[in-house]
């Protein structure tokens, strides 16, 4: 069983404890946050081995939180996760020129959430 943690950022109850029920399954530790100001909060304290990052958040969006954590020394290095119901080509540019180390569509695929998560860990 796997032993790195992961912090899930969504603002959809449902879409946390969904990805928190898999993920834990699995034997990650999961931390969870509803905003950017949360997972500032919880990345700081448990610089999580990965982060799931909703692009679509309230007030500060997911993009603009993964850019404030790359230029943080802390958090510069941990890998970064998008998730989303929206995948444009424009949003594939956008997520990666933030600094997002991949992407994950929305609804999430229950079947393959496990081995994306690990693909990006072994990075």
């Known amino acids: 069983?796997?032993?790195?943690?992961?912090?899930?950022?969504?603002?959809?109850?449902?879409?946390?404890?969904?990805?928190?029920?898999?993920l834990e399954r699995e034997g990650y530790q999961v931390l969870v946050a509803a905003n950017a100001t949360e997972a500032l909060q919880?990345?700081?304290?448990?610089?999580?081995?990965?982060?799931?990052?909703?692009?679509?958040?309230?007030?500060?969006?997911?993009?603009?939180?993964?850019k404030l954590l790359r230029s943080d020394m802390v958090s510069r290095h941990i890998k970064i996760v998008a998730i989303s119901a929206y995948a444009s080509t424009e949003d594939d540019k956008r997520i990666i020129a933030a600094g997002c180390d991949g992407f994950i569509p929305k609804p999430i695929d229950t079947r393959t959430l496990a081995a994306s998560i690990r693909e990006h860990l072994d990075k």
């Open 1 to 22: 069983m796997a032993h790195e943690s992961i912090s899930v950022v969504d603002d959809q109850p449902v879409s946390i404890k969904l990805m928190q029920l898999m």
């Open 42 to 66: 919880a990345v700081q304290a448990s610089k999580p081995d990965l982060i799931l990052m909703d692009i679509h958040l309230p007030s500060l969006d997911g993009l603009a939180l993964t």
